[in-house]
């Protein structure tokens, strides 16, 4: 496996649009000072299948993952974005057409502000998730991270576990550019043990979580607008009521 991604490396590294560029050193970053608690220690595993995943190539091998299942998918990542107003990204479509054979899909997403202040991100697509699972009667959830409650700064993650035996650990975002023209890497990882793994860290995430993140509801302009029809009515009233 080290061979193989060397191979691609070695293939990167020699293409035609390689250049040496000089960079400049930027500020110096500060560490935090908070220290994060840790919950999960490293773990070693012997006796795993390992396949490798690198897109543009081979990412189509997330979607046969996701054609696989059969017991249950459970997806944490960064964002998802689907490929237009009317059509769902493929790997989440995969995921919910699992759901409608039946197999319980959860998926989690990043709540950090920027992937939750625009009219097109993580809240609303875990709005649209959970709106088809209800529609269509499916065994489907998606949240948004309680970030706060698990003490992260935000998701990251670009993983799968499928049926509690396979895990997919990688790079590859959920969007159209990612799988379709960046070189990213992953693998994906065929052992109980490590499926059980990362299944105890995605469901100490998955808890908090909250199913649907909304906006705080505004009471005062509630109260304007009621003001304002109750006046319209009054008018009303006395213009045409004698």
Known sequence: MADYFAGVYQTDVSGYAVSPITGI???TETIPGVTYKKEFSPARFEGAVVTTVISPDTSDQITRLLDSAQVSIEIEQAYITNESAT???PFLAAAINASRRGVPVRVLLDSYWYNVEDTKDNDEMVALINEIAVTEHLPLEARCADLAAGGIEKIHNKGVIVDEL???VSSINWNSNSPNFNREAGVIIEHPGVAGYFHAVFEDDWAPAVRSYEEPVDYT?????????GLLLVLYYRKHVR
């Open 25 to 27: 050193q930027g500020k």
């Open 87 to 89: 059509e769902l990204n």
């Open 166 to 168: 396979l895990v997919l």
């Open 221 to 229: 302009k509630i109260a304007a607008v009621v003001i304002v029809i």
